[in-house]
């Protein structure tokens, strides 16, 4: 039975987010079945790792066969509620916000960006390089409800990020991607996630360091 997804740790997440990528390359190269020991040997994972975090949700593999590539990443894709299109709703259409906006990568069709949103006039209606349209933050919660957007990302200076966080609770986003250098408190049923460039590089430094 798969486990209450809120009692699965980020960690075990992030893994099967890799997996899936592993198994999308190995797809691509026609790979039809794959032991844990190969897949971790190619990727540099820990076989027995990717045995354990796959039995939190079943059994996936056969023994001494291994996984068939494809059924295995369809089980993913599930597991990761990526069977379907996840729509995104970004707050500042500034620099990064417009940047995450018209990245590519986002076209593969797991993740959309919906809509951007912003409180500065001038960018309010205007749209950006690939067509994305940019809202009065005002909007957000009747955008939110009619455009299907589950998931918020928070690119405004660090000194509106609170009350930007407040506006997409309100607006019922219950999974806020957080840009902003400032640590964000989410009701219960909320699931944040903070990226920091900064404390990657600082963490890079630590080793590089003498
Ligand atoms: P920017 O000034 O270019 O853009 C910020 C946008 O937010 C502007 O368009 C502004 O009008 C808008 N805004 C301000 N208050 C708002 C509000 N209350 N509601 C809606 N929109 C509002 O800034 P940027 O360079 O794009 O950076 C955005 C944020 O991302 C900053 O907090 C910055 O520190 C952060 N950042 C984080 C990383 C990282 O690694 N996490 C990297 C770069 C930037």
């Given amino acids: 039975m798969i486990p209450e997804r809120q009692s699965v740790s980020e960690s075990v997440a992030t893994r099967l987010s890799v997996y899936l990528r592993c198994l999308t390359l190995l797809e691509s190269e026609e790979v039809r079945h794959v032991s844990s020991e190969t897949l971790a040997q190619r990727f540099d994972l820990n076989s027995a790792q990717i045995r354990k975090d796959l039995a939190i949700f079943g059994e996936f593999g056969v023994r001494g066969v291994g996984y068939e590539v494809d059924t295995l990443k369809r089980h ?9 299109t996840r729509r995104v709703a970004i707050v500042g259409a500034g620099h990064l916000g417009t940047a995450l906006a018209d990245y590519g990568g986002f076209h593969s069709g797991e993740f959309e960006i ?10 309010i209606g205007t749209r950006t390089r690939t067509g994305v349209r940019v809202y009065d933050v005002s909007e957000l919660p009747g955008v939110v409800e009619s455009q299907g957007i589950e998931i918020g990302v928070i690119t405004v200076p660090g000194e509106a990020a609170a009350e930007v966080a407040e506006r997409c609770f309100g607006a019922g986003l219950k999974a806020i991607l957080n840009f902003a250098p400032v640590r964000l408190n989410v009701p219960p049923g ?3 996630k903070n990226v920091d460039l900064k404390i990657n590089l600082e963490t890079l430094s630590f080793y590089i360091a003498k």
């Fill in 114 to 123: 919906a809509a951007l949103f912003d409180v500065d006039p001038g960018k």
């Fill in 190 to 192: 909320v699931r944040l």
């Fill in 76 to 84: 993913l894709l599930g597991l990761l509620g990526l069977d379907r």
